[in-house]
């Protein structure tokens, strides 16, 4: 059986990160995904970032099992045929800046004449209207803006950093494809086919939100505040670098004791029951905790940490992501070799489905790969294709 | 018009963030879910965080538009309660660690043998097997063994940091939110009910992926390595704080420098054209616009950013956020007042739809505040409801 959105056909028209790989999120589940880029060099994350042999890592991570065509936009006979490809397919996907899509001709309006069941998506900066709905956004402002930045000051690291990969643009990412799953779920049973509309200074602060604002959550002076679990988070030094561990229930905390060999302490009175939140045995405990890490190696306070049921991991560098035993069982990355840009690492998409299990998908397309396959799916003869190209409509 | 999800019905039995946050999402779309809490003091994140009678904000923040029974799931009949809930549900949603569904006679055997075409969901921390799978896992932990810890590290802060929000929790959540639509959409054309597996290890990794692994995505010694987005990622010294700008254009970067009165230098040649990614001048240009902001408020930098088109954001405080001009254009928070727990705050679903349009929903409900209503529903009249809660089946 193929993947559960396999029928389902998608036009894209977008670039980067938010759209793309909310759209190949959709894609590893079987979506038929045309993705329409512009003249020249094709979508402006072909430009950025590590690249080899028409291909950038950027470009890659977000656009596997798409079809590519480069259509000039800006000519009737490209936006023609946008509306020949829209004519046949379930959704639509662009994140331009708003008025953009009207400005082209490929407003809702002028789609939903060409398919009124059409499900339009689209994704703006800051929305589509307001004080700054006419400005360009990228990740890092809206981080600035909607809390991620003030978060990331903390008492052992007294200078503010950002997050540093783009967290926003991801999350609306994955809104962007299950609201366009909800929508197609939605018309399944009898709703109209509809505009999904998402922003990503909204979207960054949706995501932000659940455990980031619990200070502003419940309104009044009368709250009892006790720490937000991101303000707890901690790196403890070891004798040669750093561990992470989360001891969050009694038996946990007193299990961090016994890693350091203090079983003393860890079986004294001010270590069981309600004693243990009191604040001089929580700073004793701490303080025992940390004295023993500063004398034991990353390796053994790990290998003690887990024997002993604390949660714990260490840092581990980009490379030794990829060897780690559980990622490496679980298959989360796949390696596989293109005929033109070679070996490349792609992570596996993290829902598992027992039926609808998706066809292997197709690696990220060159740019145009597929223009010549998707004209003649539309029907335009080798003549043509040939027209077109040598117009400059299509490449 | 009622949301996209109307009609969908949903038995959660989860904790703390990452599928109770995915429901939720479900929720704000009409979906109709019923929370079931274990006994005594409900779901864990009840105890959890800033709170105020009866309400915990983690809690709030991840359960609006639920409804709340308190079973003892060990018990049999606590369990068979269930299985009524399950019999009219269309999806079961849990994140027990692997095996505790079988143990309690919940697992996908014993609910589809009550109701063939249920979507079945799991969120484990590591996968089903392998050799982390028994180990209980928590955000922090993911961030270190997915890469996120790593990509702290920079050369303007060398002490490294987590990400000080739940992202991979989070990332999970809406990746599950995702799969379980993208199930009942398959459903809907012919797919049978379904059990869809999530981890947060693969989930957190995946989140990670797309820009934060771009020097392992192309695999070979070939590859030209520029420089990956979040590294670019900073915070620049104001004379009285940081700003954060993005200029990704030749036109943006010659405007910070006009922002620093630096028109001189933004006429030069060594700012036109292919000089402008020569090294001397790439410095030359961050050097005089780092010396112009150290003698510039953040104010001042903000406002002739903004007028001279340069992406930019100052640093909002938790509390600015909620007063930011296009934040309240949009309406992104929603303040309410409950009749016990008084004022809260909670921050709109990030999708909008044209057409479903879901009613506002309930606010996050007290630990067993439906427990009579739900058991109405299933037919127990008032003396089994009082013999039940006698027996401590139900609270």
């Known amino acids: 059986m193929p993947g559960p959105l396999a029928g389902v056909r998608i036009v894209e028209v977008s670039e980067v990160i938010s759209a793309p790989l909310g759209v190949m999120l959709l894609a590893e589940q079987g979506a038929e995904v045309v993705k329409v880029e512009p003249p020249r060099h094709g979508e402006e994350s072909r430009q950025l970032s590590n690249y080899r042999d028409g291909m950038a890592a950027l470009f890659l991570n977000n656009n596997h099992g798409k079809r590519s065509i480069g259509v000039d936009l800006k000519r009737p006979e490209g936006r023609a045929l946008v509306l020949e490809l829209v004519r046949r397919a379930d959704v639509f996907v662009q994140n331009w800046r708003p008025g953009t899509a009207e400005r082209l001709g490929l407003g809702e309006a002028a789609l939903r004449a060409v398919n009124p069941e059409l499900v339009y998506a689209s994704v703006s900066g800051f929305g589509e209207d307001g004080p700054y709905a006419r400005r360009r956004g990228y990740d890092p402002i809206f981080q600035s803006l909607t809390g991620y930045v003030a978060a990331q000051l903390n008492p052992e690291v007294p200078i503010p950093d950002l997050v540093r990969n783009a967290v926003v643009d991801k999350a609306t990412a994955y809104a962007l494809a299950q609201a366009i799953t909800a929508a197609l779920f939605a018309r399944e049973r009898g709703a109209p086919g509809q505009h999904v509309r998402l922003n990503m200074l909204d979207a960054g602060l949706a995501f932000f939100w659940p455990d980031g604002m619990l200070r502003h959550s419940l309104v009044g002076d009368d709250v009892a505040n006790y720490a937000v679990p991101g303000e ?30 203090r079983d003393d302490l860890a079986d004294s009175p001010g270590q069981q ?8 045995n929580q700073l004793a405990r701490a303080a025992a905790v940390a004295e023993g890490l500063s004398r034991m190696t990353t390796a053994d306070a790990y290998r003690r940490m887990i024997d002993l049921e604390v949660p714990a991991a260490p840092i581990l560098g980009h490379p030794e992501v990829l060897v780690d035993p559980q990622i490496v069982h679980n298959g989360a990355v796949i390696e596989a070799v293109h005929p033109v840009y070679g070996r490349y690492r792609r992570v596996r998409s993290p829902a598992r489905f027992s039926a609808s299990v998706a066809d292997p998908i197709r690696p990220a397309p060159l740019y145009g790969e597929d223009t010549d396959a998707i004209l003649e799916d539309l029907g335009h003869d080798a003549a043509e294709r040939e027209r077109l190209r040598a117009l400059g409509v299509v490449r």
């Open 273 to 280: 029951g309600r004693a243990m939140i009191e604040e001089a």
């Open 232 to 261: 707890r988070y901690a790196l403890s030094p070891t004798k040669d670098g750093q561990i992470v561990f989360w001891a969050s229930t009694a038996e946990q905390m007193r299990a961090t004791l016994r890693v350091v060999s």
